[in-house]
C-alpha cells in the first residue's frame, strides 16, 4: 500500500491525453496513492507531454522547475507523445527520472517501486511499431463533462505530423467496451461525454487487433445515441473526408449528439493540401460545411488551419483567408507551422520566414474573432440549452450550450452541472452572451 504517498500529475497537449492522464491517476488511486494538485507537494510528479508544436516541447522543462519548487525530492516521469519522440531529450532534463513512451505509460505503477531520486532518467520506451494494442480511458475529473476515447494512432502520412510516431498505427476500442465505459460516465453525473481519439472518424479500424473495419463511425453514434441517462454527446475533431453524410444526417436528428462539428482543413490551398498530403481538397470541405448548415443552420463549425507551411507565399496564404471568410464557419484554431523532426515537411523547399508566419496567424485569429461574433450574433434572440460548468471565475459562472456558444452569468453555485433551457439576449465587452432563463425551467 502507499496511502501516504502522494501524486500530482499536469497534462499537456489534446483532449485524448486528458483521458489517458485521468485513467492513469485512477490507476494509481488503486494502488493507495492520494492525488493532490500539481501545486502541492507530492512524492511523484507524472507530466503526460506532447509534441504537436514546438511550444508544447519547451513548456516540459517549466513544468518540470514547478514540480521541484514544490518538493525537490519528488520523484518526476514523463509520459506521452513526446516521451515516446525524444525520450532521451527528457532524461537529459535536470529532475526527470522515468520516462515512459507510447504502450510502458498505462504501466506506470508496475515502474515506480522505488522514489529515490536518479541521477539521470531511466528509459522505458517501446519501438512504435509495437504500438499495436489498444487501451481504454476516460476522463472524470470535470464534473460537467468527461472526455471517452474510442480510437487511438493513425495511419494516415500528413507531411508535418509527428502523431504516427508518437501513437503508433490506427486501432480502436471495442463497441461493447465504448458503450460500457459510456454507462459508467453516465452513472457519475457527468452531463456531457466528448468522444476523442487520434483520428476518431477511423473508428472500428484494429478494433479486434485487426485492419477490417468491424463497425464504422456512423455505428458507434447510433449505438452511443441509446445509451441511458447520456444528456449529450459531442463528437470532437473529424477528418473532412470521414465526415459523411449519414453521419451529419445523423446528429441533425439526435436525441443526444449536439449541433457542434471540429472539422480540420489545415490550408485553404489545394496546392498546400497536396504539399502536405492531405486526403481531400477544398471542394470537399466546402460540401461538408453546406451539408451541415442546410440539415442544421444552427450548427457550430470550428476549424484547424495552419500558417506558414513549406512553400505558403503570400498568395496561397491569401487564398486560405480569403477561402476561410467566405465559408459559413463559426471559430477556428491556427496553429503557426513548426519543424518536427522525422517528418517530410521539415526538409521542404520554400521556408516561411517566422515573423512571417506569426504575422499570418495573428490575421487568422483576428478573422476567427470576426467569425465568432457573427455566429454569437446569429444565435441572439433563439432559445437553447445550456450546461454550466464549476468553477467561478472572477463572481462568473460560464457554461455552453448544445451549439457551443459561451454564456456567462454571476455566479451560482446550485447552478453547477445543470441543464436549463435559456434566451440568449446579448453579447458582452468581453465576447461571452448574456442570457435570460425560459420559466426558470431545470432541465436536468
Known amino acids: 500500500m502507499n496511502a501516504s504517498k502522494k501524486v500530482a500529475f499536469y497534462t499537456l497537449g489534446c483532449k485524448l491525453n486528458f483521458s489517458e492522464t485521468s485513467t492513469i491517476a485512477r490507476d494509481f488511486s488503486s494502488e493507495g496513492f492520494e492525488r493532490v494538485d500539481f501545486s502541492e507537494s507530492a512524492d511523484i510528479y507524472v507530466i503526460n507531454t506532447c509534441s504537436v508544436t514546438e511550444n508544447a516541447d519547451k513548456r516540459f522543462k517549466t513544468i518540470v522547475k514547478q514540480a521541484q519548487k514544490a518538493n525537490p525530492e519528488a520523484f ?51 519501438e512504435i511499431e509495437d504500438a499495436d494494442f489498444y487501451v481504454g480511458s476516460y476522463s472524470i475529473g470535470d464534473r460537467t463533462r468527461a472526455f471517452l476515447k ?29 458503450l460500457k465505459n459510456a454507462a459508467e460516465i453516465s452513472a ?23 485492419k477490417k473495419h468491424e463497425h464504422t463511425f456512423f455505428q458507434l453514434c447510433e449505438a452511443l445515441d441509446e445509451v441511458p441517462g447520456i444528456e449529450r454527446l459531442r463528437i470532437s475533431s473529424i477528418e473532412p473526408n470521414l465526415l459523411k453524410n449519414e453521419t451529419i444526417d445523423f446528429v441533425a436528428g439526435s436525441k443526444t449528439f449536439v449541433p457542434h462539428f471540429h472539422i480540420p482543413l489545415q490550408s485553404g490551398s489545394n ?64 496553429f503557426t507551422y513548426s519543424e518536427r523532426d522525422n517528418t517530410e515537411a521539415a526538409v521542404m523547399d520554400g521556408v516561411v520566414p517566422k515573423g512571417v508566419r506569426h ?24 432559445k437553447r440549452t445550456v450546461l454550466f460548468e464549476g468553477e467561478n471565475k472572477e463572481g462568473y459562472i460560464h457554461g455552453f450550450t448544445e451549439n457551443y456558444v459561451k454564456v456567462k452569468a454571476p455566479w451560482n453555485p446550485q447552478l453547477v452541472n445543470t441543464l436549463h433551457q435559456i434566451e440568449l439576449t446579448r453579447i458582452d465587452e468581453d465576447g461571452l452572451v448574456r442570457f435570460e432563463f425560459v420559466n426558470e425551467s431545470v432541465v436536468s
Open 150 to 178: 474510442v480510437q487511438d494512432g493513425c495511419d494516415y502520412k500528413c507531411t508535418y505530423c509527428t502523431i504516427p510516431l508518437a501513437r503508433g498505427i490506427s486501432r480502436s476500442d471495442s463497441l461493447q467496451n465504448v
Open 188 to 210: 457519475k453525473g457527468i452531463k456531457e461525454i466528448v468522444l476523442t481519439g487520434v483520428n476518431i472518424g477511423d473508428y472500428g479500424k484494429g478494433e479486434f487487433g485487426n
Open 359 to 382: 504575422k499570418r496567424s495573428k490575421m487568422l485569429r483576428g478573422l476567427s474573432v470576426k467569425k465568432r461574433r457573427a455566429f454569437y450574433e446569429k444565435q441572439l434572440g433563439t
Open 76 to 126: 518526476v516521469a514523463a509520459i506521452g507523445c513526446y516521451a515516446q519522440l525524444k525520450p532521451e531529450e527528457l532524461a537529459d532534463v535536470n529532475g526527470v527520472d522515468l520516462v515512459l513512451g507510447a504502450t510502458e505509460k498505462f504501466k506506470i505503477t508496475d515502474y515506480i517501486n522505488d522514489l529515490s531520486k536518479n541521477d539521470h532518467g531511466e528509459i522505458h520506451s517501446c
Open 271 to 334: 496546392d498546400l493540401l497536396k504539399l502536405m498530403k492531405r486526403r481531400y481538397q477544398r471542394e470537399l470541405y466546402v460540401d461538408r460545411v453546406t451539408r451541415i448548415r442546410e440539415v442544421m443552420p444552427h450548427a457550430c463549425i470550428g476549424v484547424d488551419v495552419i500558417v506558414g507551411f513549406p512553400g505558403e507565399t503570400e498568395e496561397l496564404f491569401l487564398e486560405t483567408y480569403h477561402f476561410l471568410n467566405e465559408l459559413d464557419i463559426s471559430y477556428l484554431h491556427v
